[in-house]
């Protein structure tokens, strides 16, 4: 039991480090994963949710130190990329991505379609 909960807290790790942003749902998933290896490993039901509480709201606190959020994506597109590709593209990252501000320039790379910044 203690091993799957290894794993899951492992797993969770994994997932806020390769994160472009914490955002709720991300959080939300995480804690659930959490709490379902929680209660496997017979962890009290009142305490995988205070546990959950107190995770949940450290995680959307915008005031931790040291940790800043990405909010700025940078894209250089290359010479030889049509208009409408790199429209398409755009629209995509800002769907995806609808909290963080998109700079698009022409970065005149001939061999590259993009170079990106995720800052």
């Known amino acids: 039991m203690l091993e799957k909960l290894g794993q899951t807290i492992k797993k969770a790790t994994d997932k806020i480090a390769n ?3 914490l955002d709720k749902n991300l ?5 659930r994963d959490l709490q ?10 009142s ?7 107190k995770i949940r ?3 959307l606190d915008e005031r931790i130190k040291g940790i800043e959020k990405k909010e ?3 894209i250089f597109y290359g010479q030889k990329l049509s208009n ?5 593209t755009i629209e995509a990252i800002k769907t995806s991505f609808p909290q963080q501000e998109v700079e698009v320039h022409e970065g005149g790379q001939p061999f590259y379609q993009f170079i990106v910044s995720i800052e």
């Open 36 to 45: 379902r290896a929680l209660i496997e490993a017979d962890v009290n039901i």
């Open 84 to 88: 409408a590709d790199l429209e398409s």
């Open 57 to 59: 709201k450290s995680a």
């Open 27 to 31: 959080v939300d998933s995480i804690i």
């Open 47 to 53: 305490l995988v949710k205070d546990l959950s509480d």
């Open 19 to 21: 994160a472009i942003f």
């Open 72 to 74: 700025h994506i940078t």
